[in-house]
């Protein structure tokens, strides 16, 4: 297949390093966008393992001032850019809507949804001149149905599989697919991060609270961050071309919608 | 590549979606059982599908709302390929008729064969998967008017949502198996069952031109035109590869950005 690049956000996560491995085995040359500086060494070791192009930029995608770091990058590879994966995003501090401040319900939608919308806004033009491209969101199983002591974050998921469709609605003329992928519980440190704080928050332990969520679970574990990232590759793909605002469930049987 | 073990049983395969699935299947290095009622385009199907590989394709008389029927190409698909790791409950049809006209007739010919057929289909290949020892993966043909309703179809479209239950039901009954259950709804496809249908449809006055409820369809399509059925494939391929493997009890819509749901 001939020379594309992609540009991943979240890629220092646990998700996103996944997806960075797998699209650059799949062909793709990568720039990587996290906010920490720990992004450009997941660069290099994704680079070293894959011998693909890729580059890490330390950015915060909340301000479009940083975005044109990631547009050198871009234009240093030199390749047609067709796809954009969209998958950072963080946990809200859990707490019940009464008790929720509004500055973290703002910080969660500004990262989580808004982001989102002015990293689609930026790369829309270098999108629809690739002549084909394609464009993924992460959203979550919490974004099909809300969830005690979560409202930011399902909100704010719900709020990305929504932007999926307005986006799929208004692209598909520039040959731009967009979809999401909807994980249910991943084993990264966010969702374990999260399992301690529910739990302390809940009065139980640790892993009381572990087999509380996965016990949920038909396939009864979490996924590994290399199976989301196979359904992202697949909406990446020629496999994927007959696919516009989808939405693919990949959370073992936790939820069906 | 080894078939040992690599066996699937594709029902409705004689032509359509089912027949571009058992294609890709075959690609993807299975023995693959055309299951079909229709013996005459069965069997031209699998001399054409068999030119390149005559030892992976077979044929099996099927009428999916027989138990033995299905059994039974369950055990060719087993004795001759090793094993069933893959079923796609894929045979269905349609019968348009205006809502309020819909007959009963219709109705439990359309629930039988593509409602029933898919529980019996889930049913026996679990039970050889389970048998064998086999974390086998059963993909059911569902479709866009399994999520939202079509007035002409009803029967078809309430078969359909029944396709999506069972998949879920299954999906839970058989996950400690090691079984994964899923569903693909297609959209307006080009394939012999939508060819009847836009002729049913002008038959029935609710079109005024051959072609022109398929492309009143496709107006509604993001991207713009009706799918092939090779459009599908890329997706049920993905569904039966390890790719999709923390995947059960969903269902992938290839639409082409229609429903959006």
């Known amino acids: 297949m001939s020379a594309r690049t992609g540009v991943l956000t979240g890629a220092a996560g646990g998700i996103g390093r996944a ?7 799949d062909g793709f040359s990568l720039v990587l966008v996290d906010l920490t500086d720990k992004v450009k060494e997941v660069a290099r070791e994704v680079a070293a393992s894959t011998g693909a192009t890729v580059v890490g930029v330390s950015a915060d995608i909340t301000d479009p001032a940083h975005y044109g770091a990631i547009d050198r990058e871009i234009a240093a590879i030199g390749a047609p850019l067709k796809f954009l994966g969209l998958v950072a995003g963080v946990l809200q501090k859990v707490g019940s809507i009464e008790t929720l401040d509004v500055e973290e319900w703002d910080r969660v939608f500004n990262i989580n949804l808004r982001a989102n919308l002015l990293l689609m806004k930026h790369f829309i033009p270098a999108l629809r001149a690739a002549d084909g491209a394609s464009i993924v969101t992460v959203s979550s199983w919490y974004g099909k149905s809300g969830h005690g002591f979560f409202g930011a974050y399902c909100a704010s998921k719900a ?36 399992l301690h704080e529910e739990a302390a928050k809940r009065g139980v332990t640790f ?4 087999k509380t969520e996965w016990d949920k679970i038909p396939v009864g574990r979490a996924a590994e961050p290399s199976e989301i990232a196979s359904a992202i590759s697949f909406l990446a793909g020629p496999d994927g071309s007959y696919l516009t605002g989808a939405t693919i469930d990949v959370n073992g049987g936790c939820l069906f919608s | 590549m080894s078939t040992q073990g690599k066996g699937a049983v594709v029902t409705g395969a004689a032509r359509g979606i089912g027949r571009q699935i058992a294609t890709a299947l075959m690609e993807d290095g299975y023995g693959v059982v055309i299951a079909d009622i229709d013996p005459e385009v069965g069997g031209r199907t699998v001399a054409e599908l068999g030119k390149a590989h005559p030892d992976r394709v077979v044929f099996a008389r099927v009428d999916v709302t027989s138990r033995d029927d299905q059994k039974a190409a369950i055990a060719i698909c087993r004795k001759q390929f090793g094993g ?24 439990h010919a359309i629930m039988n064969v593509n409602a029933l057929g898919v529980l019996i289909g889930i049913q026996e290949a679990a039970k050889a998967m389970i048998a064998d020892g086999t974390r086998g993966k059963i993909i059911n043909t569902a479709s866009i008017a399994g999520r939202t309703g079509f007035a002409d179809f009803a029967p078809y479209s309430a078969s359909k949502a029944a396709v999506i239950s069972l998949t879920q039901a299954a999906a839970r009954a058989l996950a400690g198996k090691g079984i994964t259950v899923n569903a693909f709804g297609p959209g307006v496809v080009d394939t012999p069952l939508w060819e009847k249908l836009d002729a049913d449809l002008l038959a ?16 509604q399509i993001l991207l713009g035109r009706v799918a092939k059925p090779s459009d599908v494939v890329g997706t049920v391929r ?18 082409g950005g229609m429903i959006l749901q």
């Open chain 1, 159 to 194: 709020g990305v599989i929504s932007l999926t469709h307005t986006a799929a609605a208004e692209l598909a003329g520039d040959k731009i697919r967009v979809n999401s992928v909807a994980p249910g519980n991943v084993a990264t440190s966010m969702h374990l991060d999260a």
């Open chain 2, 204 to 219: 029935m006055g609710a079109s005024s031109a051959p072609g022109e409820a398929m492309n009143s369809l496709a107006s």
């Open chain 2, 84 to 107: 069933i790791s893959v079923m796609v409950n894929n045979a269905g049809f349609n019968k348009p008729e205006p809502f309020l006209e819909a007959t009963e007739k219709t109705w």
């Open chain 1, 207 to 210: 892993e009381a609270m572990k």
């Open chain 2, 238 to 255: 993905f569904l039966w590869s390890q790719q999709s493997d923390y995947m059960t009890g969903q269902v992938l819509l290839i639409d």
């Open chain 1, 19 to 25: 997806t960075a491995e797998r699209l650059a085995r």
